[in-house]
């Protein structure tokens, strides 16, 4: 299903080409990152790379890196942000992987979700600030949709990070009332490349959350 992973780099082999080379398949105007993963994570040292187009969605990133080492991954946004959608389909020709993409809303219960038994459910950027009313709601929505689709796939998972400051309460709130649970926490810094966590600030956390299956009991 998925298009072979670029070959390592080795001595005798050209770099890969510029972010901007390869970016037939969108606007020539369009602004493309390169993101390195395995080995240092730099361009001399890595085992693949993903261009992500900088226009919405960018943050798709974790779900291309899964589909790349060999996931069957659905790549969800907004239902109602269909330049997003299209931007994602754009990214998948340009990296060359093979996702599903889902218009999914927060909090809204449309046909398509019931189809969905994923077994990690990934959250990229998805905690942002807390100060404005709508995002409070925002999160709520957020919560009650990972439930569902943690009841709907028993054993299932959801990993994402946060900064941790004002809405690390609120994000323990909402998992007591949506009964979810973290059942594992990392310090991001601790796992990624030095080169990664150099241009990164604050206190990151990679965290898994499952539901809570003592209050699913009582």
């Known amino acids: 299903m998925d298009a072979a992973s ?3 780099p080795s001595a005798s082999s050209p770099p890969p080409p510029s ?8 606007s020539p ?6 993101h390195y993963f395995g080995g240092d994570s730099s361009e001399d040292d890595h085992d693949f790379y993903i261009d992500i187009i900088e226009l919405g969605a960018g943050t798709s990133l974790p779900g291309l890196v899964a589909a790349k080492v060999g996931a069957n991954v659905i790549l969800t946004d907004n239902a109602e942000g269909v330049e997003v959608l299209k931007n994602m389909r754009q990214i998948c020709n340009l990296n ?3 996702c599903n993409i889902l218009g999914l809303t927060w909090g ?4 398509p979700i019931f189809d969905l038994h994923p077994q990690i459910v990934l959250g990229a950027d998805v905690f942002y600030d807390t100060t404005d009313q709508n995002v409070v709601e925002d999160f709520d929505n957020l919560f009650a949709t990972v439930t569902f689709l943690l009841q709907n796939s028993p054993g299932s998972v959801f990993i994402t990070t946060y900064h941790n400051r004002s809405g690390h309460h609120l994000i323990e709130f909402l998992m007591a009332k949506w009964g979810l649970k973290c059942s594992k926490l990392l310090d991001g810094f601790s796992i990624m490349p030095p080169c990664k966590a150099a241009s990164l ?12 299956n003592q209050k699913s009991k009582s």
């Open 6 to 8: 670029p070959a390592s």
């Open 19 to 26: 972010p901007t080379a390869g970016a037939s398949a969108v």
């Open 29 to 34: 105007m369009t602004t493309i990152s390169r």
């Open 96 to 98: 060359k992987v093979n």
């Open 108 to 111: 809204q219960w449309d046909a």
């Open 201 to 212: 600030q604050g206190n990151i956390q990679l965290v898994e959350i499952t539901l809570d």
